[in-house]
């Protein structure tokens, strides 16, 4: 009885102890001892440890059967189940925190979050401007920062529009932006699309522009996959161009515009 009692004791004190640390924790850690220190990168489970306590992830444990790259002498790999206990219950904060992203994964998945992470940023292309952002909020800057046009738009579904010297942002019907950009030269307005995305991937839109007018008769139309980018080295120079004949232009100079219909169809 009275045994029982003192293991119930030492029971709650221990529970009392754990629940103060987790109120009052504090903890930095390198994170590099959480990397394999064969190939240098994150361990994850099944993690694998030598006779003497050397770790390394199962790819590098594939290639060194028998043999630890540590001690240079024979050994047998067991699971390192503590560690690999360490590993998963590790939480960090993403990247993109900064950006609103509140997701907290075990550091081996970080690098995968990262990738498709909703938060991650675009940037502003406009010369001397550093805004960078997550998509709506870079919406909100084009258009109370630079007084861009930024239209919503429905997809599947021909919409004519003016475009004018500069930019223009065209809004889907999902928040999905779209860049419309034009600029002059000898022959008339060049005009760009590029959609705005955090991640570079293949295409996901396809653009079709047309022009048309009786006077001068006149009509032009050219399909193509738009061009994704986050705009991080500014407006990619790669986009198809579209040109308007200088002749079909309203007003001079960068009063200048243009009446183009636009089709956009996701893939």
Not at 111 to 135: D, I, L, M, V, W
Not at 203 to 223: D, G, N, Q, V, Y
Request: proline share 7%; with cysteine.
């Amino acid at each position: 009885m009275g045994t029982q009692k003192e293991e119930e004791g030492q029971y709650g004190v221990v529970k009392r102890r754990k629940v103060a640390a987790a109120a009052a924790a504090d903890v930095t850690m390198d994170l590099d001892v959480l990397d394999c220190p064969v190939c240098f990168h994150p361990l994850c489970p099944p993690v694998f440890q030598c006779t003497v306590g050397h770790t390394i992830c199962s790819s590098c444990h594939d290639k060194l059967p028998d043999k630890c790259y540590f001690c240079s002498l024979p050994t047998v790999y067991n699971r390192c189940l503590m560690v690999e206990h360490v590993i998963e219950s590790i939480k960090v904060a993403c990247s993109n925190a900064n950006h609103g992203c509140i997701a907290r994964t075990t550091y081996y998945q970080k690098e995968e979050h990262a990738q498709g992470c909703p938060h991650a940023p675009c940037f502003c292309p406009e010369a001397g401007c550093s805004f960078s952002g997550p998509t709506m909020m870079l919406l909100d800057h084009f258009s109370s920062k630079h007084k861009w046009h930024s239209p919503k738009v429905a997809y599947n579904k021909a919409f004519r529009i003016r475009i004018q010297v500069g930019s223009t942002v065209l809004v889907g019907e999902d928040g999905c932006l779209f860049l419309v950009n034009m600029i002059l030269d000898p022959l008339g307005g060049v005009i760009s699309v590029s959609c705005i995305q955090p991640h570079i991937t293949g295409s996901k839109f396809k653009c079709r522009l047309t022009l048309s007018c009786t006077e001068p008769i006149f009509s032009k139309a050219m399909e193509f996959l738009t061009r994704s980018t986050n705009l991080y080295d500014g407006l990619p120079e790669d986009c198809i161009p579209f040109l308007v004949p200088k002749v079909l232009l309203r007003g001079d100079g960068t009063s200048a515009t243009a009446m183009v219909g636009v089709l956009l169809t996701p893939q």
